[in-house]
Structures are given as structure tokens and as C-alpha cells.
């Protein structure tokens, strides 16, 4: 009879509370580590080590032996290469072998001089750690061709979604950077390709048949199987018509990629890799079966290498002073090659030292592709677990310093302050930012923004901005969001007579970087959508999002000083409380109710603070022509005579626009009275709080907050 331990400790059961447990921390830590930055591929990096013998392993033993018995790592081996392959499968897809063909001069000398430089500083520090640190029985040109093989990678998918969050990717910089990285990709799997060879043959003569078969193989795949998958491609470019038998033909041949390259002598991984390559060069084609792969590859089965990898990286190994230098040598050489070699021969090319510094920081990009190359030789033998922690650590940190080094370059190269003169006469422009993530409610605020400045259009700037929390690295699905996503607003804007500058980004963390743009973009308003929350309608849902809250650093210290208090209720969604608190520029939120055109406006005052309210009525009467009733419902001593006095001189010249009265005398207003209700910050918080009937009443409402909320 079967037990509810026999149950639990069942290799299914382990495996799948393996896999549970490592998606929820590998999120934690990425959640964490986009906080301060960083690619989530870091946090997912760290999650591992966490998980494995240096720490949890190390503090709590017992949980480690249940949850990673030896017996069940096999299975997490597997699976893991599993998420490689497709993985690696992706990064192939993902070179663009035209641009490589056509690359600059430049990229041509950069991209050569970032893999020959840090591979012969990695040879030469072979050559002084060789005797002490190698493996017994590996020969030297072994341990020597793997050590300059991990000081030479640079990580293309890594690299190429930190060139998309920081909006450089369509600069002459990104593309360069893309090129070369793209080409130290091609570069350092046929290199690795090499290495592995000769490691499994004992020596240079003895690899020569593998290699010759490896090479007879990729041109099979570029001669004949290329042009073939190009024909089926093109046939089969659109969802409707990429039936089941075609997805199977193309895993097939990814499949049957990887079982030849790894009988053939080298390794699955690189099978894959060339499989990517030889996909249909059809845009469509590939944004497609991308989108197919990359969810199940990235999110769910990559996961489980990092946690492999950290439960193979032991820091308790680096145990003496020894090994910390070593491990000092190790990240100086990597730094070294990669980052000053990219940079002089950037530099070499003609790049100022701005472009040159930042091609460096760049290219030194490590990430998982270093992973991945660094597990194959721990698994050859070539490196002792004590190496391979070192080179684990040199990967991490070097990816690690890559968006620091931005941020220090940027600033070094920051274009000197203007004259404060000169700064008045740039600032005569009123700037509006519209970020939304539903295209709809892009148009609809535009409607709002169009309202605030019709008459002085040509004295006025909009900017529309979409933030996507999108996959890795996939940049067909990237151009595809963008287009789709300003489509509908651009062409309202045609409509409307007006011009918009969009602004697209990539983004790990929504809410700060809104938060940023608006700080430092010179924007007068920032004008969104209220968004929403996935935990609202449950009571599961509302304690989730209790307990997050709890969790977020931020959150919880509004909480301790009561800052939170104003937000009393989850008023708004996560991010919109973030972009309320540490916005320093007004910020309008829109819970729209089919918004078309505010022709007529209620403007409740709750307080004599809400005079700032007054200036946006005015615009929206001077500009689009809207009837304003403003409703005084200040409690102690009515309104302010200064602000009655700003009402009254509005009346004055636009008379049939604009009326005052008290809530009082004007009592309840119909369902259907206005289109918009404006209404501040403190004043919604308090008509929820207090369940006004007003809230109810159907309108759409415009939020506004005003930087003295949180001062």
C-alpha cells in the first residue's frame, strides 16, 4: 500500500516540486534584480547558486537532500538540455546572416579583435594555472583552447536585449554591436565546435576526422537543407497556414541537427544552433515559430540550467587566499580582453571614445551563452569544480558591470548644462507624455491631450510612449509590437491634425522606467491609462496582492512612514501607484468610460490645494471650446476667496463656459450630465473612502495629481 511519503518521494513527484520551486525563485530573483537594473538573466543566474550547495545547500542540508537527491539530478540534466537546445535553436534564428555578410569594415575589425585578443590572454593564463588547477590527465592544449574559448564569448541574446531596453538599437552604435556580436557568435560555437573535438579525440591529428565531418555537415545544411526550408517557408508564412506537419518537419530538423552534431563528436547544442541558422530567412516565418518555442524554452525549461549550473557551482571551494586571487586574475583577464579589446579597435575603426567605451561595456557581456559553454566543459573534464565556480563568478560579474558601466559612460559623456538663459528659451513649449499600453487607450488620450492644446499646437510637443515586457531577445516580435502598438494612434493623430514623436522600449520593470522618462524627459504632463491588476476580482487575488505589496522594499516603507495612507483602498494597480509616488511632474490617470470628446466637465473642489485644477479647465475651454461646471465642496469656511477670485476672472472672459456653484445648492448631477469628471489625487481618495454616490455615476474621470501630494 502506497504512502503519502512513498507518494512525495515518487522521481515524478520530485521533479515537478523541483520545477515549481525553481520557477518561483528564479522569478523572485529576477523581479529583484530588474529592480536595480539588471537583466532578469542575472537574477535567474543567481537563483541557482542560491538554490545549490553555496548557500541553501550549505545552511539547510536536510531540505537540499529532499529536494535534490543525487538520483533525481539526471532528470533535471536532461531536461535542462532540452531547454538549450531550443534555446540554442532561438539563437540561431536570431542571427541575421545578410548583416554579417554586408558588416562594416568596422564591425569587421572589432568583432575580430574581441575574440582573437581575449582568447590569447585567456592561452597565456592557461599557460601560469595549467600545472595547479587543471584536471589530471587533460593535456594542455585542452584546458588552454577552453580557457581562451570562455574569456572570447560574448552573450548575443543578453547583449541584444540590453541594446533594446536602453532604446539604442536602431543608433549606428547598436548596430554595429549587434553585428559583432552576432558574428562572435558564429565565431565562438565554430571555435567551440574546435575545442570540443579535439578534447574528445586527445589531440589536434587525432580530432581532424571529427572536424572534418562536422564541416562536411554544416555545408550539407547550407547547400542543400537551407534552400529547401527556404522554399516550405515561404509556402508556409502566415499562422493560418503553418500546419502541425510543417512545426513537426522543422523540429525534426532541429532534432536530428543536435543527434548528428553529438554522434558526430561535438556537441548537441552546436546541432542546434546550426539548425536556427538554417531556418527560412522569412521574417514572418521566424516571428511565428519564434513565438511557438521561446515561451515553453525561455520561461519554463532555461530556468532549470541555472539551477543545474548553481547546484554544480560550489563557492565554498574558494576557500583560501589563493583561489580569490585566482579568481581576481581570472575576472581581470575576461575584462581585459573583452572590454579594453573591443574598445580600442572600436576606438582603431574611428568611434569617438563615447561609442568606443560603450561598444567595450557591451561586448563584455557574458551571460548565459558563457553558461552554457562552461557546463560542456565541466562536463568533458577540462575544468575542476574550483575552475569552473571561478569562471561561473567571472560570467556573472562581467555581466553584471555592463549596465553600471553604461550609466558611469553615459554620465562621463554627458553633454555639458546649458546657460540658464539658454535653457528659459528652450522651455517655452508645453510637453505632454501619453504612455498606455493598450493602443485604444493611446487614442483616447491623445483625444485628452488634443483637448489641453488644439489652439497652441505648434507651441505644444506630444509624446506617445509604450513600454512591452516582452520576451529575451526576440526581435521580430519586438518590430511587430511596436508597429501595432502606435498604429491606431498615429493615425488619430493624422486625423486630428497633430504631430506625435513615439517612444518604444523594452522594458524590465514598467513602472520605473515610465517614472524615468517622465522625471527626465522635460515633460510638463504625464497623461495614462489607470492599467490593471491581475489579483482584482478574487479574494485569492486581493490577499495575493496584500501580500506582495508587503514583500516590494518600496511599498512597504510608503507603508511605515504612511504615505501608502493616500492610496488607502488599492485605488490603482501596482504600477500606477508606483508612477503616483515618485513622479515629480503632474500625472493625469484616466479611467476612461468610452471617453470620445469632453465637451462638458465636472470639477469638484475639495480643497483650496485642488486650485491647480482651475489652469487645466482653463485650457480645455480655451482650446476645445467645453462647458465647466465647477462644484465648491471645501468643508471649513467654503472656498478659498483667491481661488473663487481665479474662477470668476475665467467667467469673465468666457462667460457661457464656465459656472460656480456649491455642492449644496447643486445637488446630485444626472448619469448622463458630463463626459469627464476632473477631480485631484486627495480629492478621488477621499470620494472612495467615503463611498461618494459621485463615483458611481458612470463618467470617465481624470485623475490629477500634483507633486505637492508628495512632498
Known amino acids: 500500500k502506497e504512502t503519502l511519503f512513498d507518494n512525495i518521494t515518487h522521481p515524478l513527484?520530485?521533479?515537478?516540486?523541483?520545477?515549481?520551486?525553481?520557477?518561483?525563485?528564479?522569478?523572485?530573483?529576477?523581479?529583484?534584480?530588474?529592480?536595480?537594473?539588471?537583466?532578469?538573466?542575472?537574477?535567474?543566474?543567481?537563483?541557482?547558486?542560491?538554490?545549490?550547495?553555496?548557500?541553501?545547500?550549505?545552511?539547510?542540508?536536510?531540505?537540499?537532500?529532499?529536494?535534490?537527491?543525487?538520483?533525481?539530478?539526471?532528470?533535471?540534466?536532461?531536461?535542462?538540455?532540452?531547454?538549450?537546445?531550443?534555446?540554442?535553436?532561438?539563437?540561431?534564428?536570431?542571427?541575421?546572416?545578410?548583416?554579417?555578410?554586408?558588416?562594416?569594415?568596422?564591425?569587421?575589425?572589432?568583432?575580430?579583435?574581441?575574440?582573437?585578443?581575449?582568447?590569447?590572454?585567456?592561452?597565456?593564463?592557461?599557460?601560469?594555472?595549467?600545472?595547479?588547477?587543471?584536471?589530471?590527465?587533460?593535456?594542455?592544449?585542452?584546458?588552454?583552447?577552453?580557457?581562451?574559448?570562455?574569456?572570447?564569448?560574448?552573450?548575443?541574446?543578453?547583449?541584444?536585449?540590453?541594446?533594446?531596453?536602453?532604446?539604442?538599437?536602431?543608433?549606428?552604435?547598436?548596430?554595429?554591436?549587434?553585428?559583432?556580436?552576432?558574428?562572435?557568435?558564429?565565431?565562438?560555437?565554430?571555435?567551440?565546435?574546435?575545442?570540443?573535438?579535439?578534447?574528445?579525440?586527445?589531440?589536434?591529428?587525432?580530432?581532424?576526422?571529427?572536424?572534418?565531418?562536422?564541416?562536411?555537415?554544416?555545408?550539407?545544411?547550407?547547400?542543400?537543407?537551407?534552400?529547401?526550408?527556404?522554399?516550405?517557408?515561404?509556402?508556409?508564412?502566415?499562422?493560418?497556414?503553418?500546419?502541425?506537419?510543417?512545426?513537426?518537419?522543422?523540429?525534426?530538423?532541429?532534432?536530428?541537427?543536435?543527434?548528428?552534431?553529438?554522434?558526430?563528436?561535438?556537441h548537441a547544442l552546436f546541432g542546434a544552433f546550426m539548425a536556427g541558422v538554417v531556418m527560412p530567412d522569412n521574417t514572418k516565418f521566424k516571428r511565428i515559430f519564434i513565438e511557438k518555442v521561446e515561451d515553453v524554452a525561455l520561461v519554463l525549461l532555461l530556468p532549470l540550467f541555472f539551477v543545474y549550473t548553481g547546484l554544480r557551482t560550489q563557492l565554498g571551494l574558494l576557500n583560501d587566499p589563493e583561489m580569490w586571487q585566482l579568481g581576481l586574475a581570472v575576472v581581470a583577464v575576461a575584462i581585459t580582453g573583452k572590454f579594453v579589446g573591443s574598445a580600442v579597435a572600436a576606438r582603431y575603426t574611428g568611434r569617438n571614445w563615447h561609442d568606443s567605451l560603450t561598444i567595450g561595456a557591451l561586448m563584455n557581456t557574458r551571460g548565459l551563452v558563457e553558461l552554457v559553454a562552461l557546463n560542456i566543459g565541466y562536463d568533458l573534464g577540462v575544468l575542476t569544480p574550483e575552475i569552473f565556480t571561478v569562471l561561473v563568478l567571472m560570467a556573472l560579474i562581467t555581466t553584471f558591470m555592463t549596465a553600471p558601466s553604461l550609466h558611469f559612460i553615459e554620465k562621463l559623456f554627458a553633454p555639458k548644462k546649458v546657460s540658464s538663459q539658454q535653457e528659459v528659451g528652450d522651455h517655452r513649449k508645453y510637453s505632454i507624455l501619453?504612455?498606455?499600453?493598450?493602443?485604444?487607450?493611446?487614442?483616447?488620450?491623445?483625444?485628452?491631450?488634443?483637448?489641453?492644446?488644439?489652439?497652441?499646437?505648434?507651441?505644444?510637443?506630444?509624446?506617445?510612449?509604450?513600454?512591452?515586457p516582452i520576451g529575451m531577445f526576440n526581435k521580430y516580435k519586438v518590430e511587430k509590437y511596436e508597429r501595432e502598438s502606435f498604429e491606431p494612434v498615429l493615425k488619430k493623430a493624422q486625423l486630428l491634425g497633430r504631430k506625435v514623436k513615439t517612444l518604444f522600449k523594452v522594458s524590465e520593470n514598467i513602472g520605473n522606467d515610465i517614472v524615468e522618462m517622465a522625471n527626465n524627459g522635460g515633460y510638463d504632463l504625464l497623461l495614462m491609462g489607470i492599467g490593471q491588476s491581475i489579483y482584482e476580482g478574487s479574494a485569492l487575488g486581493n490577499l495575493i496582492s496584500y501580500s506582495g505589496s508587503l514583500l516590494q522594499p518600496d511599498r512597504l516603507y510608503n507603508k511605515i512612514i504612511g504615505r501608502e495612507k493616500l492610496f488607502a483602498g488599492n485605488l490603482f494597480?501596482?504600477?500606477?501607484?508606483?508612477?503616483?509616488?515618485?513622479?515629480?511632474?503632474?500625472?493625469?490617470?484616466?479611467?476612461?468610460n468610452e471617453l470620445q470628446e469632453p465637451q462638458n466637465l465636472l470639477l469638484p473642489l475639495f480643497s483650496p490645494q485642488d486650485a491647480f485644477l482651475i489652469e487645466y479647465a482653463k485650457k480645455i475651454i480655451t482650446n476645445f471650446g467645453a462647458q465647466v461646471m465647477v462644484v465648491d465642496d471645501v468643508k471649513e469656511g467654503g472656498m478659498d476667496p483667491v481661488l473663487k477670485e481665479r474662477i470668476r476672472s475665467i467667467e469673465n472672459i468666457a462667460p457661457d463656459y464656465i459656472a460656480l456653484t456649491s455642492r449644496t445648492i447643486f445637488g446630485e448631477p444626472a448619469s448622463d450630465a458630463?463626459?469627464?469628471?476632473?477631480?485631484?489625487?486627495?480629492?478621488?481618495?477621499?470620494?472612495?473612502?467615503?463611498?461618494?454616490?459621485?463615483?458611481?455615476?458612470?463618467y470617465s474621470v481624470l485623475v490629477v495629481s500634483h507633486p505637492v501630494d508628495f512632498n
Not at 463626459?675 to 467615503?690: A, R
Open 434 to 468: 501619453l504612455s498606455f499600453g493598450n493602443p485604444e487607450m493611446g487614442k483616447t488620450l491623445l483625444d485628452l491631450a488634443h483637448a489641453l492644446t488644439a489652439k497652441q499646437a505648434l507651441n505644444t510637443t506630444i509624446s506617445a510612449l509604450h513600454l512591452s
Open 674 to 698: 458630463f463626459d469627464l469628471m476632473m477631480v485631484s489625487l486627495t480629492g478621488w481618495t477621499m470620494m472612495v473612502k467615503n463611498d461618494d454616490p459621485w463615483v458611481g455615476l458612470g
Open 13 to 266: 513527484a520530485i521533479l515537478l516540486l523541483q520545477i515549481v520551486t525553481i520557477l518561483v525563485v528564479a522569478r523572485l530573483f529576477s523581479w529583484l534584480f530588474s529592480k536595480v537594473g539588471q537583466p532578469s538573466v542575472i537574477g535567474e543566474i543567481v537563483a541557482g547558486i542560491v538554490l545549490g550547495p553555496s548557500l541553501v545547500g550549505y545552511y539547510f542540508p536536510g531540505f537540499t537532500a529532499f529536494l535534490f537527491p543525487e538520483h533525481s539530478l539526471e532528470n533535471l540534466h536532461f531536461l535542462s538540455q532540452i531547454g538549450l537546445i531550443l534555446f540554442m535553436f532561438v539563437v540561431g534564428m536570431e542571427l541575421d546572416l545578410s548583416v554579417l555578410k554586408k558588416q562594416a569594415h568596422e564591425a569587421v575589425v572589432i568583432s575580430h579583435a574581441s575574440i582573437i585578443f581575449p582568447f590569447a590572454l585567456g592561452l597565456g593564463l592557461a599557460y601560469f594555472i595549467y600545472l595547479p588547477h587543471a584536471p589530471k590527465g587533460v593535456p594542455f592544449i585542452s584546458f588552454g583552447l577552453f580557457l581562451g574559448i570562455s574569456m572570447s564569448i560574448t552573450a548575443f541574446p543578453v547583449l541584444a536585449r540590453i541594446v533594446q531596453e536602453r532604446g539604442i538599437h536602431k543608433t549606428r552604435v547598436g548596430a554595429i554591436v549587434i553585428t559583432c556580436a552576432a558574428a562572435d557568435d558564429v565565431t565562438a560555437w565554430s571555435l567551440l565546435a574546435v575545442v570540443i573535438a579535439i578534447v574528445k579525440a586527445g589531440s589536434l591529428l587525432s580530432a581532424l576526422p571529427t572536424i572534418i565531418m562536422a564541416v562536411g555537415y554544416v555545408f550539407v545544411l547550407l547547400k542543400v537543407i537551407r534552400p529547401f526550408l527556404k522554399r516550405v517557408g515561404d509556402l508556409h508564412a502566415s499562422p493560418e497556414i503553418l500546419s502541425k506537419d510543417v512545426v513537426a518537419m522543422f523540429f525534426l530538423v532541429l532534432l536530428i541537427s543536435s543527434y548528428t552534431t553529438e554522434i558526430v563528436g561535438i
Open 573 to 592: 494597480p501596482p504600477i500606477t501607484l508606483q508612477v503616483l509616488e515618485k513622479t515629480r511632474k503632474p500625472v493625469g490617470i484616466l479611467i476612461n
